[in-house]
Structure formats: C-alpha cells, structure tokens
C-alpha cells in the first residue's frame, strides 16, 4: 500500500500464487451430507408431484373431480411443507449448506 492510501497492484508473481490458491479453495470438493442430500431430494419429490397435482386440476371435468385432485394436491403440499421444515431443522442443526 502506498502511503496515500492506495493498494498498489501485487507482482505478478504473488498474484499467480493467490490464484493459485483461491481456485484450489474453490476447487476443494465439499463434504456432502448425505441426510441433506436424502432430504433434497425427498423435498424435490414432493414438490414435482405437487406440482403434477396441480396440473391435474386445470383438465378435470366435474365439480367432484376437482373436489379429489385438490384433496390430493392439499396433502402433497403438505407433506412437502413438512419436508421442507425438517430439511431447513436438519442443515440449521448440522450446519449444512443448501447448495
């Protein structure tokens, strides 16, 4: 740093090294959970198959079929809330990442 304050640029060697090290820090596989992992994909599971729920409704034909596929729809959102919350306990809990 000069003496007024501004950063000067580093040699170009040292700029190599920082690099260097940044992409092999950010290279670095990261530890997976495989509870977070099996939550995941539990979560997607269920957010497809509402999403497919949800579909459903646009081509039905009676009042009493629609009556069923949001029954259907309201409990696979349900059961996507709940392993929502458990995914979001378990990476609060163990200190996991989303991504």
């Known amino acids: 740093m000069h003496a007024d304050g501004i950063l000067k640029q580093p040699s170009p060697v040292i700029y190599q090294i920082a690099l260097h090290c940044i992409a092999l820090h950010c290279m670095q596989p990261v530890s997976e959970c495989s509870e977070k992992e099996r939550l995941r994909r539990r979560c997607r599971a269920y957010l497809l198959a509402y999403w497919e729920m949800m579909h459903r409704l ?6 009493g079929e629609f009556e069923e596929a949001h029954e259907r729809a309201q409990g696979v959102r349900l059961l996507f809330l709940g ?9 609060e809990q163990h200190g996991c990442e989303l991504f």
């Open 58 to 63: 646009d081509h039905v034909s009676t009042h």
């Open 83 to 91: 392993a929502r919350a458990e995914l979001h306990s378990h990476m």
